[in-house]
């Protein structure tokens, strides 16, 4: 067993350093002028007042209208020398500010419950829930309770917070992730292909398109108090959004999102009006779908059918026609219009139940254990998601990792930036094409192999290395025919979001020869749509396949 990483206590330095240099280094000419002088600035402090800084960066401190706020003699870090030196440095440099003129409201959340009735000028009852005692605490004199909480208690609110979110927004692509993938990488956890990082290729390529990132987290933290309102906030802040740029398909998918999370709050309140406004402006699902859905509502069927058949006509996924399909089918129904609309249906899978003694072992398991004793030389191995995808990967792992522009933001990503998303086989439609022209039994042993040796262990998305033992990968490419390779590729190419689970959880190789993929279904448990749809393609395309259920024996 290898011997546990031990990072240096300011591990988090070093990080920090990183992220800075390298945004500085790709993307100094998009930074302003104040964003400069905070690395300037940061960068010209003692280390101490260095690792206090970025230590309060990833806390979560307190919000006020002065930034957050911290109570400096309640931390502590091992690492800091002398953290009352660490932060006057800070407030010297106007990255700390000591004391800030606050309203009470504002600091109150800094103390605990006890200590706010220990500093209350007047006596309150212990029993009192925390807002109740904030509001008591309010409608008393705040000349006498402020110096009390502040008194030989320094106060500091964290300064410049916004120019490292611009950082962060550089490298990350987002602001949702934090250090915590040079961590990973440190400690040896995940390893990352490595791929060019060249300013060209890079995501963000002019100021006016940061910003317009920028202004779209902006919103998304407003939606979160802006939901709970009303339909006249929430149409105000769809009006705020940037309007979006040509060619950033980022941008495009995450105003999407948000358009469709305000949208659905629109129908909740019945403001049905203003949610279809907003759906009008989404290119993606579930859009069209919400606005049929209105078109019913309101009474017009026509409308509602028109889409449907729109939706049928260009579908974005498999999920959206069948909706179409159901829904379509229902609303003419309502109005004698069927014509044209069938009932729509799904294939019954080859079925099989099973009686098997109850033991602790996950269910999949028995039934593993059950085929491969049905006949001498028969092969069983749970995969459930992990060999169909894992195939896909090693055999487009190049094209996966490919330096298209906008794919990749930073060195730590286990994928594209635009994996899960619609725009990922459109922008490599060539590639993927061209490879899948070419896929024939030696073309795709050979690829496999070869990634599979060259990069076992490196993070991909599509695969989960342990799950892949070589004894699996060989009676996989030995047993399944190429054209049901191709065809379970496409489909996965097609839409990986929705694709890449739902698929059987076992693979059998029976000792005659050929394959076959099991669902397995325990006592209760039922078929997910994600799985019809894997069986119904299946049936389609004579993929051997098969549901088990398995009952318990009596005791």
């Known amino acids: 067993m290898a011997n546990p990483v031990e990072l240096a206590p300011d591990y988090y330095l070093s990080n920090f350093h990183a992220l800075m240099d390298f945004v500085v280094g790709r993307y100094d000419s998009l930074l302003s002028d104040q964003e400069r002088h905070f690395y300037r600035q940061f960068r010209g402090l003692t280390t101490d007042s260095q690792r206090l800084y970025v230590r309060l960066l990833s806390r979560k401190g307190v919000p006020s209208s002065a930034g957050a706020l911290f109570r400096l003699h309640k931390l502590a870090y091992e690492e800091i020398g002398d953290l009352r030196a660490a932060a006057d440095v800070l407030i010297n440099t106007e990255l700390l500010l000591r004391s800030p003129p606050l309203p009470l409201e504002e600091l109150l959340p800094l103390y605990t419950k006890s200590e706010l009735l220990a500093l209350s000028p007047k006596p309150l009852p212990k029993t009192l829930k925390r807002p109740a005692l904030e509001q008591a605490l309010l409608e008393l004199d705040t000349s006498e309770l402020l110096p009390r909480l502040t008194d030989g208690d320094s106060v500091v609110a964290l300064q410049a917070a916004q120019h490292f979110e611009t950082f962060k927004l550089l490298f990350f692509g987002n602001l949702n992730q934090d250090l915590t993938d040079y961590v990973l990488r440190d400690l040896g956890l995940l390893r990352y292909e490595q791929y060019p990082l060249e300013r060209q290729h890079l995501p963000f390529q002019t100021r006016a398109q940061l910003e317009q990132h920028l202004r779209y987290y902006e919103c998304v933290r407003e939606a979160e108090s802006v939901l709970g309102g009303d339909g006249g906030e929430i149409v105000a802040l769809a009006g705020r959004l940037p309007a979006g740029l040509d060619g950033d398909n980022t941008l495009q998918r995450r105003l999407d999102r948000l358009r469709l999370t305000l949208a659905r709050q629109l129908e909740r309140l019945e403001a049905l009006d203003q949610a279809d406004a907003l759906y009008r402006q989404c290119t993606r699902p579930p859009a069209r779908e919400r606005r049929a859905r209105i078109a019913v509502t309101r009474g017009d069927i026509a409308q509602g059918l028109a889409l449907c058949r729109e939706i049928l006509a260009d579908p974005h996924h498999e999920q959206e026609r069948e909706f179409a399909e ?211 393609f299946f049936a389609q395309h004579q993929i051997p396949h098969r549901v088990l259920h398995v009952a318990w024996a009596p005791q």
């Open 326 to 536: 159901r829904f379509g089918f229902r609303a003419a129904k309502k109005v004698g219009a069927q014509e044209g609309w069938v009932a729509p249906s799904r294939p019954i899978p080859p079925t099989e139940t099973v009686t098997l003694p109850a033991a602790p072992q996950r269910v999949e398991t028995l039934a593993a254990a059950y085929l491969t004793e049905c006949a001498p030389g028969n092969q069983c191995f749970y995969v459930e998601n992990t060999l169909i995808n894992g195939m896909l990967g090693l055999y487009v792992w190049d094209i996966l990792f490919a330096p298209l522009p906008g794919a990749f933001f930073n060195p730590f990503q286990i994928a594209p930036s635009d994996f899960r998303s619609a725009d990922f086989y459109p922008q490599r439609r060539a590639a993927f094409e061209q490879r899948l022209a070419a896929l024939s039994d030696e073309t795709l042993k050979q690829t496999v192999w070869r990634h599979y040796r060259d990069k076992w262990g490196i993070a991909n998305p599509l695969i989960v290395w342990e799950s892949l033992p070589e004894a699996l990968l060989t009676l996989a490419l030995e047993r399944i025919p190429v054209r049901h390779w191709q065809l379970l590729f496409r489909r996965l190419l097609r839409d990986i979001t929705q694709h890449c689970s739902g698929l059987p959880d076992l693979i059998l190789f029976p000792a005659a020869g050929g394959f076959e993929l099991v669902e397995v279904k325990g006592p209760g448990d039922r078929l997910q749509q994600n799985q019809q749809r894997w069986l119904a």
